[in-house]
């Protein structure tokens, strides 16, 4: 069994029972153990009683709630998995950052897109929203509705140097799951915004964009190929915002596997189709730290 574990954070919500179930699937494609952690949600400067009382005070009961979900997480990866290598873990500390922490050294972190303490305004968990762009590991957000197997794994390919890992990790899940890769990149410049111009860019200028794309985009899939003979691959060069077009994409995909390289995006950089992806898109999503 391989050395890296799955960890799957779990809070007790159906969506990060959806997360543990998608982890103990993962663990078995990879021969891998799963590792199950949960933190108490905790107030600031709030701590456990002490002493001998007969009452329970609100910290107990947060840390039975964790214990429980725990439980809970352990019994429903078994069903999922059985015979897997299952542990379970107690974290201490503030749920996001001792669940980001817990995917050190990990082959990967599963988190659910939501927790049971989630506003509904917020779109995307704050444990999942910190993991997806702080953890050393890859990342994968379980969106809380159902999904399709569709054999196949997208990668949004922005910046061709800086998507070196991201396309790793997708060739070697599409070559666990037997499905193909498809590569995409979309640009999008003002200077051929649809909205302003009230229909899509045409003309040599945009001819000549997109046809570099494709050659520099075909270019780099060839070493992919090579490594990965078994993996059907395509690509495909999409005018308009990256986030709009990797949210359809997500639609159609396994996963959606995006690089990440710093948690300090400008507004309109790489952070901002990230946040748009995880929090729009229709199946899991992937966030690697480039290498």
Same mark, same amino acid.
């Given at each position: 069994?391989?050395?890296?574990?799955?960890?799957?954070?779990?809070?007790?919500?159906?969506?990060?029972?959806?997360?543990?179930?998608?982890?103990?699937?993962?663990?078995?494609?990879?021969?891998?153990?799963?590792?199950?952690?949960?933190?108490?949600?905790?107030?600031?400067?709030?701590?456990?009683?002490?002493?001998?009382?007969?009452?329970?005070?609100?910290?107990?009961?947060?840390?039975?709630?964790?214990?429980?979900?725990?439980?809970?997480?352990?019994?429903?990866?078994?069903?999922?998995?059985?015979?897997?290598?299952?542990?379970?873990?107690?974290?201490?500390?503030?749920?996001?950052?001792?669940?980001?922490?817990?995917?050190?050294?990990?082959?990967?972190?599963?988190?659910?897109?939501?927790?049971?303490?989630? =506003?509904?305004?917020?779109?995307?968990?704050?444990?999942?929203?910190?993991?997806?762009?702080?953890?050393?590991?890859?990342?994968?957000?379980?969106?809380?509705?159902?999904?399709?197997?569709?054999?196949?794994?997208?990668?949004?390919?922005?910046?061709?140097?800086?998507?070196?890992?991201?396309?790793? =990790?997708? =060739?070697?899940?599409?070559?666990?799951?037997?499905?193909?890769?498809?590569?995409?990149?979309?640009?999008? #410049?003002?200077? =051929?915004?649809?909205?302003?111009?009230?229909? &899509?860019?045409?003309?040599?200028?945009?001819?000549?964009?997109?046809?570099?794309?494709?050659?520099?985009?075909?270019?780099?899939?060839?070493?992919?190929?090579?490594?990965?003979?078994?993996?059907?691959?395509?690509?495909?060069?999409?005018?308009?915002?990256?986030?709009?077009?990797?949210?359809?994409?997500? &639609?159609?995909?396994?996963?959606?596997?995006?690089?990440?390289?710093?948690?300090? &995006?400008?507004?309109?950089?790489?952070?901002?189709? #990230?946040?748009?992806?995880?929090?729009?898109?229709?199946?899991?999503?992937?966030?690697?730290?480039?290498?």
């Amino acid at each position: 069994m391989a050395g890296k574990p799955i960890v799957v954070g779990t809070d007790g919500s159906r969506e990060s029972r959806r997360a543990v179930e998608w982890a103990a699937r993962e663990a078995v494609l990879r021969d891998a153990p799963l590792r199950i952690v949960s933190a108490a949600s905790l107030l600031p400067r709030m701590a456990g009683s002490h002493g001998t009382s007969e009452y329970e005070t609100v910290s107990d009961v947060l840390r039975d709630e964790r214990d429980a979900a725990l439980a809970s997480a352990a019994s429903v990866a078994g069903a999922t998995a059985p015979g897997l290598l299952i542990d379970s873990d107690q974290l201490a500390g503030a749920p996001a950052l001792a669940v980001t922490e817990a995917g050190n050294g990990a082959a990967m972190l599963v988190v659910g897109s939501r927790g049971v303490g989630a =506003f509904t305004a917020m779109l995307l968990g704050s444990v999942s929203r910190y993991a997806a762009l702080h953890a050393s590991c890859p990342v994968v957000v379980i969106p809380d509705e159902t999904w399709a197997a569709h054999k196949l794994i997208g990668v949004g390919v922005a910046d061709p140097e800086g998507s070196s890992a991201a396309l790793e =990790f997708a =060739f070697e899940e599409a070559a666990r799951r037997q499905a193909g890769v498809l590569a995409v990149h979309s640009w999008h #410049t003002p200077e =051929f915004d649809v909205s302003r111009a009230g229909h &899509a860019p045409a003309g040599p200028a945009a001819d000549v964009l997109a046809a570099a794309a494709a050659q520099n985009l075909e270019a780099l899939l060839g070493t992919w190929r090579e490594k990965y003979p078994d993996v059907q691959v395509s690509h495909d060069v999409v005018h308009g915002h990256p986030g709009r077009t990797l949210v359809g994409l997500s &639609a159609r995909a396994d996963m959606v596997v995006i690089g990440r390289r710093s948690t300090h &995006a400008t507004q309109h950089g790489p952070g901002t189709v #990230t946040h748009a992806v995880l929090n729009h898109a229709h199946g899991p999503v992937v966030t690697v730290p480039s290498s």
